[in-house]
């Protein structure tokens, strides 16, 4: 099987995507992950440019990387100045990096107009940084910024940076599309003709511009890259970088290229969401293999033949990266994917059940009015349950008063007060709250706490809330979903309403009997 080293540069290029700030500690936790994945160089930051790279590089010195080489990033020297003299490049001999990229111009417009230097002085600037790392015993890897624009306007020159280099020492030098805007067939055009001119390793660094980081990276492997650059999850300055997840799932299941072993290609989901975790940014479900709906299935048809053989309506095994297939429930699935739910429950419901067209009917009006089961699959346990008679009442309301009190500048307070019917006895409480709904869940937890103690166990942990048509203002039904959790699992639960306390009341009454149902079965 041939072989693709992966580079990852998320701490050094993903740290500039917008809204991406890494303390020390999460990029030391990143670098850990990256390493435990098989990736085989983590390029870190800057050690010359501020204190907290540095700092990283100090700290990571002394946790050992399995198999990943830590890489320290920065520039060629100034024009017309040593490179032995130069801080910045000082900096990577303190930093304790064996391994160091540079970057450098070769677009012959960068030089004289950015650099304001000659081509002659450009080239000097290459070969005097490279082989001053190279002789403090450092491998370098070359950056040729802008590389596809500059072979563009003067091949000769652009080849001419990368053999300078190349000879003073380079174990690599790197093609980039610094501003992203390349088209995939340019891309794989012209790593075709530069391979075969230069003898060391050939690298890839693409930026999103066009939407095509990902397939200009498997165009320029293809095309004979050895070295692939790229970020987790694509984050990165502008659209981002090449995002090394489908990269990695695309060399290994696709192109049949090694880079890291099946065992940890089972882990890609997990490390995918990890990193969007630390990283302070959502996780996007639709991103390809690892998302959480890159296998979920709505349409009925789809549903039904995926149940017959997967192969129908999946390009990959979900578990080979980790990821798992979902069968949503909606109006658009069908009986199919209600009698799978009910198999998950281990419910006996069959196709020409009535009871089956009795919940389609339930659901298809439900969906229609704003639920969405697909995103509380508790509140869908619950009513398929309710329908099939298989459900009992733990307690019934007999009303609530929520009252929100701001007086003059002072702290706005907020009380609820629930009467409810508890095995047949009345409970009538009052609690407070930081608003309305904590104040409900606060009362109605009070009311139920001596029946019921394993509701102190659980907690709410998240509660969003949409409006579902913005245009008719404040008339519009809103939903609300709570996702709650107690020791063991995390469950999450609707309501919908013109009102939002009363839509957060049903989320959150569904949130209460689903964790005493699951309690009731132990
Ligand atoms: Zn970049």
Redesign the pocket.
């Known amino acids: 099987m041939p072989e693709i080293k992966l580079y990852d540069?998320t701490l050094r290029?993903g740290a500039?995507g917008e809204g991406i700030s890494y303390s020390v500690m999460d990029k030391i936790i990143i670098a850990r992950e990256l390493d435990r994945l098989g990736v085989h160089f983590i390029e870190a930051g800057w050690p010359g440019s501020n204190p907290k790279d540095m700092e990283f590089y100090q700290k990571m010195g002394k946790s050992r990387l399995k198999n990943a080489r830590l890489v320290a990033f920065g520039s060629t020297r100034r024009p017309h100045s040593k490179a032995k003299d130069d801080n910045n490049l000082r900096a990577f001999l303190k930093s304790g990096a064996s391994f160091v990229t540079i970057f450098g111009k070769t677009w012959d417009l960068h030089v004289r107009d950015v650099l304001k230097t000659t081509l002659d002085e450009n080239l000097e600037m290459i070969k005097d940084t490279v082989a001053f790392l190279v002789s403090k015993g450092l491998a370098v890897f070359y950056?040729a910024e802008h590389f596809f624009i500059a072979y563009h306007a003067n091949k000769e020159y652009s080849l001419k940076c990368l053999r300078v280099a190349q000879d003073a020492g380079a174990r690599a030098v790197v093609l980039?599309d610094?501003n992203g805007g390349m088209i995939t067939s340019g891309v794989f055009r012209v790593i075709k003709e530069v391979r075969p001119q230069i003898k060391v390793d050939l690298g890839i660094?693409c930026?999103n511009d066009s939407g095509l980081a990902v397939a200009n990276t498997l165009a320029a492997v293809e095309a004979g890259a050895d070295i692939v650059?790229g970020t987790i999850n694509g984050y990165?300055?502008r659209c981002g970088?090449a995002d090394l997840i489908p990269i990695i799932a695309n060399l290994k299941l696709k192109l049949g290229i090694n880079c890291i072993s099946s065992v940890n290609l089972k882990e890609l989901a997990r490390v995918s969401h990890l990193i969007s975790e630390i990283s302070n940014m959502k996780p996007r479900n639709d991103q390809p293999y690892v998302g959480v709906s890159a296998f979920a299935h709505k349409g009925g048809v789809h549903i039904n033949a995926v149940m017959k053989n997967p192969d129908t309506y999946e390009h990959v095994k979900p578990e080979s990266v980790g990821n798992r297939r979902r069968i949503l429930m909606s109006e658009l699935g069908g009986k199919t994917s209600i009698l799978l739910r009910a198999k998950d429950l281990e419910l006996d419901l069959t196709k020409d059940d009535p009871r089956t067209k009795k919940i389609l009917k339930l659901l298809q009006s439900l969906e229609h009015r704003g639920y969405h089961f697909e995103a509380a699959e508790a509140s869908l346990e619950l009513l398929i349950k309710k329908a099939l008679n298989q459900y009992k009442k733990f307690f019934e309301l007999e009303g609530f008063r929520v009252v929100v009190e701001k007086l003059s500048d002072k702290k706005i307070t907020t009380e609820a007060i629930i009467k409810l019917k508890v095995k047949g006895i009345k409970e009538h409480t009052a609690a407070e709250g930081d608003g309305p709904v904590n104040a409900l869940d606060n009362a109605l937890r009070k009311a139920l706490k001596d029946f019921y103690p394993t509701l102190s166990k659980m907690h709410l942990s998240d509660f969003k809330v949409r409006v579902l048509d913005e245009k008719a203002g404040t008339a519009a039904p809103v939903r609300v979903l709570i996702e709650s959790e107690d020791e063991k699992d995390l469950w999450s639960t609707i309501g919908v309403s013109e009102n939002i306390i009363e839509a957060s009341w049903q989320a959150l009454v569904d949130s209460v009997e689903y964790k005493l149902l699951k309690d009731e079965k132990k």
Do not use: R, V
């Open positions: 540069t290029d500039q950056d980039c610094t660094h930026h650059q990165g300055e970088n």
